[in-house]
């Protein structure tokens, strides 16, 4: 029985010492900037690792709001990062929701206020 105690005792300290995936993901910071938008926007997404750990695969979702409403999403990849670097990679949105409203911007019926979310899954090497 001492034994039993003693080796999950271990576990639980063992897992503790590693951060998990809600810790690993506040170890990374997301910039966001607009590139060129049309019928396409590119966004630029920089991740920073402040993390003390190697990330090993980095990868996840942007999504567009053009004043107020959702016009397309896109996907990220930009791989892995060593402790205390930075990489950036682009994210492309193309749908038709956004050239609906790139035409409404272009005859003066509607502003193009952008605002961009991204949502970054880290994975990291122990």
Known sequence: MRRLVAFLASVVLALALFPTS????????LKLRFGWCESACKIYVTVTNRSRYNISWVGG??????NGRYVGKGT???GPISRGRSRTSTCSVVDARLVDAWYD???GDADFDTYATAHAQVHYRY
Request: include cysteine; glycine fraction near 10%; aromatic fraction near 10%.
């Open 22 to 29: 809600a810790e690993a993901a506040g170890g990374t910071r």
């Open 61 to 66: 979702t942007c999504r567009l709001q053009v």
């Open 76 to 78: 990220i990849y930009i």
């Open 105 to 107: 911007y272009q005859d």
